[in-house]
């Protein structure tokens, strides 16, 4: 009886405490979001783009990702040029 | 000659075969057929099978050994290499990384590096029905304590519930490790059943309505309050944060949501620590997946997997799982008779662990109804929310029975 009484207990408590902490999930979140549109200004890119020799965006998005990896975030992409 | 002809026999394992251990060899090859052949959980249910076979190998001494034998008099635990000497490299294995509890931190770890937070963050609300999911843990703790399994015991086999298996065999390890074989083996074969047991109670629990529930829809419907402008940041700070204050909360969870949320935040950091990510979700989890299947598998000796204890763990284990997926969909259907914007039930249903199978099947039975009804980014909200849920609720039967 006292084991079966110490299982409901269990259930109470740690129901209530996965949502507790769920709650805190979202309202971690919510902050962090709202935080970090409210405070966090990254520097303007757009100068620092390397010249894209009419490559499109997308494209450009793709080679500098690329580079990224391979590089392991070392590299810079300084300009493409189109043949 | 006779004399010769038991003298070989003795000397090979053929005198020491009893039914016990063919018994044990065919649940081995059941195990390796799963794995190998129909590719359930292969990476798990391979290491545990062979580990199994080699456990029951007779006259090799390879199976763990009680943990009585390697106390010393005074109730000290010998020596590693003294384990390794007398009980061979298993039993060191075992009681090196896995008594310890040492291995479950370090797979979750590599989850963390697998694990994108993205889906949860768009859908931040989603994350309770990861909570709703635990019901079937708790449930099955009170149903064992009643048909006879000591609390410890019962919680271990609640856990099954929460499919997670590294979860499963920490809660074990801490709370019941004589059951740990039996309780690792249902987790994870549960989790390989997941395609068969959320459409089973997602079809006796839903109505089609519920099926063709559009997730996109209602959310052009009802658009999400808060637009992520930074996600890389979010998703850099979101970790550190919670991290700090689960571990808080609920210290005993902290090994696993800990190193959750370290593998999580090297991931998301980028370039920098990239090969930190690699190597935690790579080399270093496929080290201890197969030292923890191995040596779990090698827990299952006839002698402590042949008795009644484990068909009450597969069972119990069948129905924890069952009552986690109900819980997530009767979580979702309460939600809906209160909210104009409905959510479909089958994102409660993946509110248990088995990231991201869950979410897959889930989606897959969605598109069943609608083709056009991806909800695959909706379940790993749930999913992925369920994860921490599950090693939450670990940490506080631990904390309360351990």
């Known amino acids: ?12 408590i740690g129901m209530i405490t996965v949502f507790i902490v769920l709650w805190l999930v979202t309202v971690i979140g919510t902050s962090v979001i709202e935080l970090s549109n409210r405070f966090y200004h990254p520097k303007a890119k757009d100068n620092d783009a390397p010249p894209t020799g009419g490559v499109d965006k997308e494209k450009m998005a793709v080679i500098v990702a690329a580079v990224n990896v391979l590089t392991n975030g070392k590299g810079v992409v300084d300009s493409v040029e189109k043949k | 000659m006779n004399e010769i002809l038991s003298g070989i026999l003795e000397m090979t394992g053929f005198a020491q075969i009893d039914w016990g251990i063919v018994l044990m060899w065919v649940i081995a090859f059941v195990l390796l057929y799963l794995g190998i052949f129909k590719e359930y959980e292969p990476l798990l249910l391979v290491p545990i099978g062979f580990g199994v076979l080699l456990a029951n190998l007779p006259g090799a ?5 009680d943990n009585t034998l390697v106390m010393n ?6 020596t590693l290499i003294d384990i390794a000497n007398n009980y061979g490299i298993l039993n060191f294995l075992y009681y ?18 697998l694990t994108d937070f993205g889906p949860m963050l768009r859908n931040l609300k989603l994350a309770y029905f990861g909570a709703a999911a635990q019901v079937g843990i708790f449930t099955v703790l009170i149903g064992a304590v009643l048909v ?5 015991e019962a919680a271990s086999l609640g856990i099954i519930g929460g499919a997670d298996g590294p979860t499963a065999i920490y809660t074990t390890i801490k709370l019941a490790p004589h ?3 039996p309780i690792a083996i249902a987790a994870y074969s549960y989790m390989a059943l997941v395609p068969v047991i959320i459409p089973l109670v997602a079809k006796l629990l839903m109505t089609k309505n519920e099926f063709k529930i559009h997730m996109r829809k209602m959310d052009r419907e009802y658009p999400p309050k808060h637009e992520i402008k930074h996600m890389r940041v979010v998703k850099i700070a979101f970790p550190i944060v919670l991290g700090l204050i689960v571990s808080v909360l609920v ?3 902290a090994p696993l949501v800990g190193m959750l949320l370290f593998g999580n935040l090297i991931k998301e950091i980028g370039p920098n620590t990239a090969r930190l990510a690699d190597a935690a979700s790579g080399p270093i989890m496929n080290t201890a997946t197969i030292f923890l299947g191995l040596t779990v598998g090698a827990t299952m000796t006839s002698e402590v997997f042949l008795n009644l204890q484990t068909i009450g763990i597969i069972v119990g284990g069948f129905l924890a799982f069952c009552l986690s997926v109900a819980g997530g969909i009767l979580g979702v259907k309460i939600y809906n008779q209160f909210s104009k914007k409905k959510i479909n039930p089958l994102v409660g249903a993946t509110g248990l662990s088995a990231v991201p199978m869950a979410s897959r099947v889930a989606n897959e039975l969605a598109l069943k109804y609608d083709k056009s009804n991806h909800i695959l980014q909706y379940c790993m909200s749930s999913n992925v929310s369920g994860v921490i849920g599950s090693a939450v609720a670990a940490g506080v039967l631990i904390s309360f029975l351990g």
Do not use: E, H
């Open chain 2, 73 to 78: 008099p005074d109730g000290s635990y010998m």
């Open chain 1, 1 to 12: 009886m006292d084991s079966l009484n110490q299982a409901l207990g269990l259930l109470l």
């Open chain 2, 251 to 253: 210290p005993s969870a």
């Open chain 2, 61 to 65: 001494g390879m199976g763990i050994v």
């Open chain 2, 148 to 152: 006879g399994f000591t609390l410890p």
């Open chain 2, 96 to 113: 090196a990384l896995i008594k310890t509890g040492f291995l479950p931190p370090i797979i979750f770890m590599g989850v963390g590096a």
């Open chain 2, 179 to 181: 059951l740990l074989g």
